[in-house]
């Protein structure tokens, strides 16, 4: 070998000759070192690299898990809501009169469109005839309704957050807030979070002309009238005569 390619070979020669004996077992040590040094960080760590791959960072509140959205539940509250209002004037003594759940729903049949072009929200009140009546048997639900609020409701502009509280106190959107989101959450779950959000839909036509009569406030003069209607409910028979066709 000659002097050049003595001094190319020495340092291959040095660093082969510092490696250890066994390079497998060395690096299988150095990893399972590695192993342990990740587990001790994770265990220390609340980093959301070191977590598992569903946790969530965020601390969970406590409680049942919602099960309707605000999205679906405010949907359902104002569909009732238009359904309802224009029903109310006669509705709304015919219910609170009601003592079992098979006349809450006769009443509501009255109102309803024909079963094949009933609204999600229609079909659901008509199933849960039975909530509704304990709702209106609640304390919450409150038979007495203060002049100040009807006022409000009718009289304070329409952009007015004051007005769309008021309103949110009326008979009718009481029952559209309790009874939105059920089956899927209880009616007085459903009642606080929509009235944390009060619907910002104007009142119905017949419905505020009811209010104005009843407690003696004076009509809106910049609110047209013409072509509007009121609905009238369909004929049902009497709940002893629904009752005798039940076998």
């Known amino acids: 070998m000659n002097s050049r390619k003595e001094r190319l070979q020495k340092p291959l020669d040095g660093v082969l000759t510092n490696q250890p004996p066994d390079r497998t077992a060395e690096l299988e040590r150095r990893v399972a070192r590695l192993e342990r040094d990740v587990d001790r960080l994770k265990s220390l760590s609340r980093w959301p690299i070191f977590g598992d791959a569903g946790s969530n960072t965020e601390k969970k509140k406590p409680g049942p898990k919602e099960k309707i959205e605000d999205l679906e539940l405010f949907r359902y509250?104002?569909?009732?809501?238009?359904?309802?209002?224009?029903f109310w004037p006669w509705m709304g003594d015919?219910?609170?009169?009601?003592?079992t759940?098979?006349?809450?729903?006769?009443?509501?049949?009255a109102a309803a469109r024909e079963p094949e072009l009933r609204r999600a929200w229609e079909i659901r009140l008509l199933q849960n005839a039975a909530a509704l009546?304990?709702?209106l048997s609640d304390e919450r639900f409150g038979k007495t309704l203060p002049k100040a609020t009807?006022?409000?409701a009718l009289?304070?502009?329409?952009?007015?957050?004051r007005r769309s509280r008021a309103a949110n106190q009326l008979p009718a959107r009481k029952v559209a807030n309790a009874m939105a989101g059920v089956p899927e959450i209880a009616w007085r779950t459903s009642l606080d979070r929509c009235s944390q959000e009060p619907s910002r839909m104007e009142l119905a036509v017949n419905l505020?002309?009811?209010?104005?009569?009843?407690f003696g406030i004076r009509p809106d003069p910049e609110?047209?009238?013409?072509?509007m209607s009121s609905p009238l409910p369909k004929p049902f028979p009497p709940i002893s005569a629904r009752l005798e066709k039940i076998p």
């Open 150 to 152: 009807v006022t409000d």
């Open 155 to 161: 009289t304070l502009p329409f952009e007015a957050e």
């Open 94 to 99: 015919q219910l609170c009169a009601a003592r």
């Open 208 to 214: 505020d002309l009811h209010y104005r009569e009843r």
């Open 77 to 86: 509250r104002d569909g009732l809501i238009m359904w309802l209002e224009p």
């Open 101 to 109: 759940p098979g006349e809450i729903e006769a009443i509501l049949e």
């Open 223 to 227: 609110r047209d009238l013409t072509g």
């Open 133 to 135: 009546l304990e709702f």
